[in-house]
Antibody, heavy 119, light 107 residues
Framework: QVQLVESGGGVVQPGKSLRVSCEAS????????MHWVRQTPGRGLEWVAV????????FYADSVKGRFIVSRDNSRNTVHLLMNALRLEDTAIYYC????????????WGQGTMVTVSS | AIQMTQSPSSLSASVGDRVIIACRTS??????LSWYQQKPGKAPKLLIY???SLQSGVSPRFSGSGSGTDFTLTISSLQPEDFAVYYC?????????FGQGTKVEIK
C-alpha cells in the first residue's frame, strides 16, 4: 500500500544538526515531488521545503532557508531533511508529504517524526 | 509570501448542521487552494484540491468553492466523524502557506 514513514527525530541541542528521513513504499518515488511540513501547537502547520522529482529544484520557507537542506535518493526510495543550526523554534512534528503533481496538493502524508530542540 | 486568513478559528456545531469555513488570501491565487482535515494525533488528510475537486474516497458532503482571493469549504451535513481541525493551503507560489486552522467542535 502507498505509505510514507519518517524517522530520525529526537532531542537535540540548539545549534546542532539533525537529519530526518522519509521512506516511501507502494509507489515510485521518482515520479513525485516531495515536501516537508512541520507542526507546532502554537503555530499550526508550516510548509518547510520541497524537492522536485529528480532532485534538481528545491524551495525553502524563509524560516529555514540557509539552515535546512532537502535531498533525495530515488534508488533508495528516500527523502531527507538535514537541519543545521537548530533553534528552539524548530521544535515540531515533521511530516513528509507527496505532491499530487499538476494539481498541487498533498495526497499522501507520513505519520510524522518529533524533533525537540532543547538545551 | 502570500498571507492566509482562515475563519472562524473555531466553531461549535451539531450533527446535521451545514458548516462553512472561509479562507482569504493576500494575493490572487486563481484556483490553487486545497483543504485538509486533521484529527488529534494524526497527519492531515486531503479533502479538496484545486479549490473544488473532491479527493478520491472523500465523502461528497465536503465541497469547495471560490477563486482569486476568497474560498470556502462547506460540510453539507456535519457527521460525528467530521469533528476535527481544518486547514486551507495555497499552492500558487512558494513558499506555500497554510491557513491558521478551524477547529470544529460538538455543540
Amino acid at each position: 500500500q502507498v505509505q510514507l514513514v519518517e524517522s530520525g527525530g529526537g532531542v537535540v541541542q540548539p545549534g546542532k544538526s539533525l537529519r530526518v528521513s522519509c521512506e516511501a513504499s507502494g509507489f515510485r518515488l521518482s515520479a513525485y515531488a516531495m515536501h516537508w511540513v512541520r507542526q507546532t501547537p502554537g503555530r499550526g502547520l508550516e510548509w518547510v521545503a520541497v524537492i522536485s522529482y529528480e532532485g534538481t529544484v528545491k524551495f525553502y520557507a524563509d524560516s529555514v532557508k540557509g539552515r535546512f537542506i532537502v535531498s533525495r535518493d530515488n534508488s533508495r526510495n528516500t527523502v531527507h531533511l538535514l537541519m543545521n543550526a537548530l533553534r528552539l523554534e524548530d521544535t515540531a512534528i515533521y511530516y513528509c508529504a507527496r505532491d499530487t503533481g499538476p494539481l498541487d496538493a498533498f495526497d499522501v502524508w507520513g505519520q510524522g517524526t518529533m524533533v525537540t530542540v532543547s538545551s | 509570501a502570500i498571507q492566509m486568513t482562515q475563519s472562524p478559528s473555531s466553531l461549535s456545531a451539531s450533527v446535521g448542521d451545514r458548516v462553512i469555513i472561509a479562507c482569504r488570501t493576500s494575493h490572487d491565487i486563481t484556483h490553487d487552494l486545497s483543504w485538509y482535515q486533521q484529527k488529534p494525533g494524526k497527519a492531515p488528510k486531503l479533502l479538496i484540491y484545486a479549490t473544488s475537486s473532491l479527493q478520491s474516497g472523500v465523502s461528497p458532503r465536503f465541497s469547495g468553492s471560490g477563486s482569486g482571493t476568497d474560498f470556502t469549504l462547506t460540510i453539507s451535513s456535519l457527521q460525528p466523524e467530521d469533528f476535527a481541525v481544518y486547514y486551507c493551503l495555497q499552492d500558487y507560489s512558494y513558499p506555500w502557506t497554510f491557513g491558521q486552522g478551524t477547529k470544529v467542535e460538538i455543540k
